[in-house]
């Protein structure tokens, strides 16, 4: 099994940046993707970002190219989700995803494991 957490989520500013990590734990040999997705609040699922262990790099939908930075350290596996000039359309439960897959697709059916969510807000 792996396990998934996310960390960093908060209330911030319109214009500021947040920075959101999560961590794999477990059986983390059989993760070769990582990926955020975030949930607004009466609305869908909405694909962010996604990263690949492997040679196949990253993967953005569209509102977060320009805007927001997937990484990873590859000292395990652990991504950061780097997001700047937040506006109120950014508030959202964020969630983090892990799958077998090399590919960094952005569709949820393709990630196994998910955390719990970070709860972002961005509100003056």
């Known amino acids: 099994q792996v396990q998934v957490v996310e960390s960093g989520g908060g209330l911030v500013q319109p214009g500021d940046s947040l920075r959101l990590s999560c961590a794999a734990s477990?059986?983390?040999?059989?993760?070769?993707?990582m990926a955020w997705f975030r949930r607004a609040p009466g609305k869908e699922f909405e694909f962010l970002a996604a990263?690949?262990?492997?040679?196949?790099?990253?993967n953005y939908g569209d509102s977060a190219k320009g805007r927001f930075t997937i990484s990873k350290d590859n000292t395990g596996k652990v991504v950061h989700l780097q997001m700047n000039s937040l506006t109120a359309e950014d508030t959202a439960v964020y969630y983090c995803?892990?799958?077998?897959?090399?590919?960094?697709?952005?569709?949820?059916?393709?990630?196994?494991?998910w955390g719990q969510g970070a709860q972002v807000t961005v509100s003056s």
């Open positions: 990263i690949s262990w492997s040679r196949y790099g990253t």
């Open positions: 477990g059986r983390t040999v059989s993760v070769f993707s």
């Open positions: 995803a892990a799958g077998g897959i090399e590919i960094p697709m952005a569709l949820r059916e393709r990630y196994r494991y």
